[in-house]
């Protein structure tokens, strides 16, 4: 195992992340740098094993023109609640050698922030296997390679979201694994939306055309769902909303940029 402080990893991983959303051409020297060091489609990094690729500089370079067109975004702030997510997430990958945003008990990204606080409006979560600096950690991701639609990378410039905490840790079979995890909104558990309503109206709006042409098979029967929509599945659950015991219905779309938009509904 490496010799990582994995607090100060997450400091660097925020300062780095930051500095790719507001100049996304930053990292295009280091892309280029670590070309070079392709035998074939395999990385080899001095002093480290080789990396077998799925695509080898190939996706090297369709990272760099994205990154050519990519507009600054905004920077993101951190907060505490999703470190201790991203923890939970690697304290039970890392020793079993597993790599899933589904945990081994099961629960999701959104299960996991949920014991720590409430989010709105997306959340999401980046996984990175290896890489030991937080430039390293953001190249993985920047390239993602063998993703066909990318969409670690489109993560990692989606304006929606505005939360980030991460962790990173010791990995049974990959030495490293980290944690990213990201939300639109955060708030403390047990408090309610102040503008959920004026969110579900906005993002439908833009999501939908106007005259309501269904984009997906969820928009049949479901207002709410978004036009890329990917995947939905319905939670119940109680919740303690201003010191009352609340029945909530959750309607989770997985959408097809990796994000996940979540309505509930109170059913008192």
């Known amino acids: 195992m490496y010799n990582i402080d994995h607090k100060e990893l997450s400091k660097e991983l925020l300062k780095a992340s930051n500095l790719l959303r507001s100049n996304p051409k930053s990292i295009i020297e280091k892309l280029e740098a670590t070309m070079k060091q392709f035998k074939g489609t395999i990385l080899a990094k001095p002093g480290e094993y080789g990396i077998q690729t799925v695509e080898g500089k190939d996706a090297f370079l369709d990272a760099i023109q994205f990154l050519k067109k990519q507009n600054p975004v905004s920077t993101l702030q951190y907060d505490e609640r999703l470190e201790r997510s991203a923890k939970d997430h690697v304290n039970d990958l890392g020793p079993k050698g597993l790599a899933s945003h589904e945990g081994s008990d099961g629960k999701s990204i959104y299960d996991r922030i949920e014991k720590y606080c409430e989010w709105d409006k997306i959340c999401s979560e980046n996984i990175d296997l290896g890489g030991r600096t ?135």
């Open 134 to 268: 937080a430039e390293d950690i953001l190249v993985n991701l920047v390239v993602d390679d063998g993703v066909a639609d990318r969409v670690h990378r489109r993560i990692l410039f989606n304006e929606e979201l505005k939360f980030f905490g991460c962790m990173s840790g010791p990995h049974k079979d990959f030495g490293i694994i980290s944690v990213l995890n990201y939300a639109g909104g955060i708030r403390n558990l047990g408090t309610e939306s102040s503008d959920s309503a004026n969110f579900i109206n906005d993002y439908c709006s833009r999501t939908l055309n106007n005259n309501q042409t269904r984009k997906n098979p969820w928009q049949k029967d479901d207002p709410d769902a978004p036009d890329n929509t990917i995947a939905m599945k319905i939670q119940r659950c109680e919740k303690s909303i201003n010191n009352t015991k609340v029945s909530i219905t959750k309607k989770i779309y997985t959408l097809d940029d990796g994000t996940q938009f979540i309505v509930e509904t109170d059913e008192n």
